[in-house]
């Protein structure tokens, strides 16, 4: 019995890698991060003493490094339990809770369509391509180029052009034997009625193909090249391949970076999509034009448990933002919300990059908002305050909107939570309507000489009875972190990957520590996920196997880069040559040093929230003790050099 992708795709979505997997091995506890999917375990398939078993519950997929056996739940079902791929299907739907799917004669035609389909907007896929390569492609290929979207990138998106001609399009399939019936069912060209003769439904426009998750040409989305066109951007219609509320655009591609990366971010359009990739950033996706649905929103978690979206800064993405925020209330549960960034006002991810490069988007997605936060900013912005009466109707918002979250831990934990912020925010209005002016205006004095020129104040409140600020400002972020410089982290960072690479036995003594830690580079995080991968294949590594295997992976440039700038002699204990006993006590103290700052760091970003939302003497003091002990943890840092220059060994290693 042949079944759809559709069904195969619901029991995947319903039935996670790790329920079935879960059944026949033992979890390892110090490498596996169930939070973020991941597993590991001593193969099924064969004999072995250590783990090299990975299991990927966003993606679905298993994989052995020593047998090489992998797939996906279907393939483990009937390679563990000798079942018939039909017979494995079943038992998981019976799991998922899905009867089993009647194939009539009617629904077997339509699966047959669905293949054709699929073969004819591959072809179209392959005339546009090619169209854009031809002299009519000359002003689509000048546009793009002007974009800065280089040819591989084209390459990359398979993007083309579809010729300006009334015909073009549906002669050339006619010619490759797609008859006119199943172009329009692949919403190719325009029939009707009152139509003599079908036309050719993209004309004198750049074409993006639309993909599904396993890189099928699905549709297309066309932006023309005539200013005087009404419709910029053209999408193909619903068929019986492509329902626009459940696809995702670059979906296929971003999935893998995204997982590797543990973060995927939605952007407006095609174009941002594809300056992001431009820029390295190769985990993003776009909705179709539309609303962020709750279909998108489940593919998204898929593959991460809190993906971004990214709105423009002005008012349209605000009110966009909010719309998102009902979308994903009732559909978060624990361990999977979103969170929400916001891009300079009157810039998309193209204009960011293009003048910040990538470092720009990097900080607007370190930014990035949990979803309370913005649920909480948006019945804020519009509520009213100054009155008992009032102030209860905007508790009463608050209460609907929790209300709508069908998880009760989860909507236990945002009623705490939203208790403690009105808790906050009563307090500040404790005095009346007149005494929160007259607080304002104290605080108005009391701040101004804490901003250069004494210009505008750390919050964007919008005045007139009793507003409040509606959430960090440029200037307030500017001012809580102007003395919290980022480069002795990204340093420590740098000598603790080192001092793992040079001293590989450290790896197998603080497996279950590596796994938990969180590094702010994502470059330095990536090479220690790769260290952990590394270190499951093989036992009893050397330091030039270690660094045979991340070279091998793409890490050569990424291993060079450690080194720059540690030349000072406290850095000695990271190089080959230190003594063993000094590496270990140097690396205990990195580790308790950087488990410090994280921690802190955490509760800058709460008091700089709280200091927004309710900027008051005692949010103020609150914020500058974070900031204190974070300063500390600077001082901290030269105890590490200390250390290298008491102990006298610091001719190793650094030249």
């Known amino acids: ?89 079943e038992r998981l739907a019976e799991q998922a809770g899905l009867p089993m799917p009647v194939q009539s004669r009617e629904e077997g035609a339509r699966e047959e369509k669905r293949r054709s389909l699929a073969d004819v907007m591959e072809a179209a896929a392959a005339f546009f391509e090619n169209a854009l390569r031809q002299p009519a492609g000359a002003g689509a290929r000048a546009y793009l180029e002007r974009r800065e979207v280089s040819g591989s990138l084209a390459r990359q998106f398979r993007l083309g052009f579809a010729p300006d001609e009334r015909y073009g399009l549906k002669t050339h399939l006619a010619e490759q034997g797609f008859d006119v019936e199943m172009m329009a069912a692949a919403g190719l060209v325009v029939t009707g009625e009152d139509i003599a003769v079908a036309f050719d439904r993209f004309r004198g426009r750049i ?8 890189g099928r040409v699905i549709a297309f989305g066309g932006r023309a090249m005539d200013p005087k066109v009404p419709a910029k951007y053209l999408n193909s219609p619903e068929t019986a391949l492509f329902h626009k509320g459940n696809v995702l655009y670059n979906l296929d591609q971003a999935r893998a970076p995204a997982h590797e990366a543990g973060m995927l971010m939605a952007v407006e359009g095609y174009m941002d999509v594809i300056a992001l990739a431009r820029a390295g950033i190769a985990q993003a996706v776009a909705p179709l034009g539309t609303a962020l649905t709750a279909d998108q929103l489940n593919l998204m978690w898929r593959v991460v448990p809190e993906p971004i979206l990214c709105f423009d800064g002005d008012e349209a993405g605000l009110h966009a933002a909010y719309r998102a925020v009902d979308t994903a209330l009732g559909l978060v549960r624990p361990g999977y919300s979103l969170r929400f960034a916001f891009l300079p006002e009157g810039q998309d991810p193209d204009d960011l990059v293009r003048a910040g490069g990538r470092e720009a988007m990097d900080a607007v997605l370190k930014a990035a908002e949990p979803l309370s936060d913005v649920l909480w900013r948006r019945e ?264 290298g220059t008491a102990s006298g060994r610091v001719g190793g290693g650094v030249g």
């Open 1 to 89: 019995m042949r079944f759809s992708e559709q069904f195969l795709d619901e029991i995947r979505a319903r039935v996670s890698l790790s329920q079935v997997v879960g059944r026949k091995v033992q979890w390892d506890r110090r490498k596996s991060v169930p939070a973020r999917g991941d597993y590991w375990a001593c193969c099924p398939f064969h004999n072995e003493k250590t783990p090299s078993f990975h299991a990927d519950d966003r993606r679905g997929r298993y994989h052995c490094f020593g047998c090489k056996a992998s797939g996906d739940i279907f393939r483990f079902v009937t390679e563990t339990e000798g079942l018939s791929f039909p017979e494995a299907v």
């Open 207 to 214: 074409m993006f193909p639309i993909r599904d998750r396993r």
């Open 380 to 643: 804020l912005e519009q509520a009213d305050l100054t009155t008992p009466e009032r102030r209860a109707a905007f508790e009463s918002r608050l209460d609907e909107a929790v209300g709508h979250i069908a998880d009760n831990r989860v909507q236990t934990h945002y009623r705490s939570d939203l208790k403690n912020r009105l808790n906050t925010l009563w307090r500040g209005l404790s005095g009346g309507n007149g005494g929160r002016a007259g607080e304002r205006g104290r605080m108005d004095g009391r701040m101004s000489g804490r901003f250069a020129g004494g210009g505008q104040r750390p919050w964007s409140g919008r005045g007139g009875g009793g507003r409040l600020p509606l959430g960090p400002s440029h200037q307030l972020r500017q001012f809580a972190r102007s003395a919290l410089a980022r480069p002795a982290s990204e340093r420590r960072e740098r000598l603790m990957v080192l001092t793992l690479v040079n001293h590989p036995h450290l790896v197998d003594e603080n497996l279950e520590l590596l796994a938990e830690m969180e590094f702010e580079s994502p470059e330095l995080d990536r090479l220690r996920a790769a260290i952990l991968d590394i270190a499951a294949l093989e036992e009893a590594l050397d330091r030039t196997q270690l660094r045979d295997h991340l070279s091998r992976r793409g890490f050569e440039q990424a291993l060079a880069r450690l080194e720059t700038g540690l030349t000072h002699r406290s850095d000695w204990f990271a190089f080959a040559d230190a003594a063993l006993d000094d590496v270990i006590t140097a690396w205990r103290h990195m580790v308790a040093l950087h488990r410090k700052s994280v921690t802190l760091r955490r509760e800058l970003d709460a008091a700089e929230r709280a200091f927004a939302e309710n900027p008051t003497q005692d949010a103020l003091a609150h914020l500058n003790e974070v900031r204190e002990q974070m300063r500390s943890t600077v001082g901290e840092e030269a105890s590490i050099e200390g250390f």
